[in-house]
């Protein structure tokens, strides 16, 4: 099959796919589609920026027939931003064959999207949390739904929303078609796959190497304390990324390294959970436009779809080799290639063999000069950051980066909880009761969160 013309496709919606610029589809659309069309539930394992959203999209635009007064499609997604993101895809497809997508997410009114729903809404894409205050508030109608998509569902199970997932599962028709699409298969999803999913055919777009690593190339170095920050401008000016994302573990310090790059005279930008909605969205406008650097957090760049990336920065090192495979992932994205260096302390040495072995991979240590690095880092660090932390954080003060956040003491004191905020679900770290509980009025996990993504 060479292009969308061979597929079994409506011609409206083929000439969408030729406005948007799409001629052929890539390996998870064209080993998907056809599945799809035949209404049968699928599980897809294919990499982040693979092609996914068309993979989902056309089928189910195809499907799609009449006038419906009730949405039939929900597209579940684990940030706004990549809600935000469907939608564009989703509404240059589905407008010309008249159908309206609407997009629902915390931190954004509620009643400007209650009234979005209400002018009609064929697809609602959202993310779990705000979905289900929207149906419990009777503003969204799940009882007429045809096709449910989990995308990025091992990133969203990640984020804690697996109770949030369930109970949306259970406000569909049981006679829906479901479609879950993952770049990894844990267990929980295998779960979902057994107890909700109607014998799932299960398409695997390259082996697990190829999904998590193809084209990318992974150095790292060794640094602590204010050692890493001479450590990064060392490997800009060696490397010279032509874009490239640095992650943080906690929103100071994504503005810290901010204010340390724009000092040396470097184009940068920052996205995290304790910026607007407005605010996050002109960072990415400015990042999509020309920015050469983005400073980000790891749940506020989850999903992003942004193209050129050439290299991955991992400022703080994440101790997981999932984050470590879902970060890395936003470069070499549609099989070109990328670089991937993280930065970590003498004390966690023991992450490089851990991380190697889980996302099987290998990496190459390299020396950088900073011989010629003068700056005095200091002036950039904020007097706030050497005393407690933020009132919605996870605890502990202490220097910025004299030691890791996660292995500080406070309250709440989990690693999640810590790079964003907030008490936590008891698997994160902090309190908080059942999961009912726990979303309104108890520990502040990452339903709470949520709200500020």
């Not at 935000?84 to 309206?100: D, E, F, N, S, W």
């Not at 109608?141 to 997932?165: C, N, P, R």
């Not at 690095?373 to 980066?401: C, K, M, N, S, V």
């Amino acid at each position: 099959m060479t292009d969308y013309a061979e597929m079994p496709l409506k011609q409206e919606l083929i000439h969408a796919l030729v406005a948007l610029g799409w001629t052929k589809p890539t390996e998870v659309q064209e080993q998907a589609i056809p599945v799809v069309l035949k209404g049968k539930d699928v599980v897809v394992r294919a990499r982040t920026g693979s092609g996914k959203t068309g993979a989902f999209m056309i089928p189910i635009t195809q499907m799609m027939h009449g006038r419906p007064t009730s949405p039939v499609t929900l597209v579940l997604a684990p940030t706004r931003e990549l809600a935000l993101q469907i939608t564009q895809v989703a509404t240059k497809i589905c407008t010309p064959l008249g159908y309206r997508t609407v997009t629902v997410y915390g931190g954004a009114s509620i009643n400007v999207q209650i009234d979005a729903l209400r002018r009609g809404a064929t697809v609602v894409v959202g993310t779990p949390g705000r979905i289900i205050d929207l149906v419990e508030r009777g503003a969204l109608d799940l009882s007429q739904i045809k096709y449910l998509v989990l995308d990025e569902a091992d990133t969203m199970l990640d984020m804690g929303f697996f109770d949030d997932v369930v109970y949306i599962l259970d406000q569909t028709p049981e006679q829906r078609q479901t479609m879950l699409f993952s770049a990894t298969m844990p267990h929980k999803i295998v779960s979902i796959a057994n107890n909700y999913m109607k014998q799932a055919e299960q398409i695997i777009v390259g082996d697990e190497e190829q999904i998590t690593a193809t084209g990318i190339t992974h150095y790292y170095a060794i640094a602590s304390g204010g050692q890493k920050f001479a450590a990064l401008i060392a490997y800009i000016k060696q490397y010279k990324p032509k874009k490239a994302i640095i992650f943080s573990m906690t929103q100071r310090g994504a503005e810290t390294i901010h204010r340390v790059l724009r000092g040396e005279g470097l184009d940068a930008i920052m996205l995290h959970g304790g910026m607007t909605q407005a605010m996050r969205e002109r960072s990415l406008k400015s990042f999509h436009g020309g920015a050469q650097y983005m400073i980000s957090t790891n749940v506020a760049a989850r999903g992003l779809d942004i193209k050129d990336i050439s290299d991955i920065i991992n400022f703080d090192a994440p101790d997981d080799p999932f984050v470590y495979i879902h970060r890395v992932g936003r470069s070499a994205r549609m099989d070109k290639e990328g670089r991937a260096f993280t930065l970590f302390a003498n004390d966690e040495r023991r992450l490089v063999d851990l991380i190697m072995a889980d996302a099987n991979i290998t990496m190459k240590e390299i020396k950088l000069d900073t011989s010629n690095i003068t700056t005095d880092f200091r002036q950039y660090f904020a007097r706030r950051e050497h005393g407690r932390g933020p009132p919605r954080g996870g605890g502990g003060g202490g220097r910025p980066y004299g030691g890791r956040p996660r292995f500080g003491g406070g309250r709440g004191g989990g690693y999640d909880n810590r790079r964003e905020g907030g008490n936590g679900a008891p698997h994160h770290g902090g309190g908080g009761g059942r999961f009912r509980d726990r979303r309104r009025h108890g520990g502040g996990g990452w339903h709470d969160r949520e709200r500020h993504l």
